[in-house]
Every structure is written in structure tokens, then in C-alpha cells.
Nanobody, 122 residues
Framework: QVQLVESGGGLVQAGGSLRLSCAAS????????MGWFRQAPGKEREFVAI????????DYEESMKGRFTISRDNVKNTVYLQMNSLKPEDTAVYTC???????????????WGQGTQVTVSS
């Protein structure tokens, strides 16, 4: 079992920044890949970024490249999502997940956190 707890969401003005954290615990969580997803009201869950615990390899959804940065701290067992130049359309619930495969598909992920709300005002 892997437990994931997100934090760091909140209200920010357009152009601002937020850093989300995802604290992981449980057996063998380091064997998983970690992804961030988001879901806005009335929309489907959307891939944001992914990182591997081992090598730190990353992948991003195209529209977020250059604005968002995913990273991990293997000592603190925490994955971060640094979000800069935020736009109102970035408003969503952001959730981290642990999966077995390096994939953008939500179905590849086994464990999910509870999510954290990010609201970007114009």
C-alpha cells in the first residue's frame, strides 16, 4: 500500500506561482513512477507531469512545458510540482498518483492522493 498526501494548493493571481508537494509513504513506493494530474470542473482528468524516483526522468504535457517543473526529493520521499506563470485556465484540483509505468494515462496509476485545489484569479 502506498499513501500519498498533497499540499500547497491555494488561491493565486494570474502570473503567480505555487509549489505543490506530494508526500509518499508505504512499502516499495520508490519502485513506482509519480505523476501529477489535474481536473477542472466539468472536464476530464488531465495529465500534467511525471517523474521516476530512480533516475528522475520527466515528461510534461505540452502546454505546461516551460511553466511547470516536477522534481523529487528521495530523502524526504516527496514529489514537487513548481508552477509558474499561472493562468486562470490552470484552475483545477491537482492530484498526485503512483503508477507502475511511465505513462500519461491515468489508468496506469494505482494509488492516488486526495488532491489539492489550485485557483488562479484573473
Amino acid at each position: 500500500q502506498v499513501q500519498l498526501v498533497e499540499s500547497g494548493g491555494g488561491l493565486v493571481q494570474a502570473g503567480g506561482s505555487l509549489r505543490l508537494s506530494c508526500a509518499a509513504s508505504g512499502r516499495t513506493f520508490s519502485s513506482y513512477v509519480m505523476g501529477w494530474f489535474r481536473q477542472a470542473p466539468g472536464k476530464e482528468r488531465e495529465f500534467v507531469a511525471i517523474i521516476t524516483w530512480s533516475s528522475g526522468a520527466t515528461d510534461y504535457e505540452e502546454s505546461m512545458k516551460g511553466r511547470f517543473t516536477i522534481s523529487r526529493d528521495n530523502v524526504k520521499n516527496t514529489v514537487y510540482l513548481q508552477m509558474n506563470s499561472l493562468k486562470p485556465e490552470d484552475t483545477a484540483v491537482y492530484t498526485c498518483a503512483a503508477g507502475n509505468y511511465f505513462s500519461r494515462r491515468p489508468t496506469a496509476y494505482v494509488y492516488w492522493g486526495q488532491g489539492t485545489q489550485v485557483t488562479v484569479s484573473s
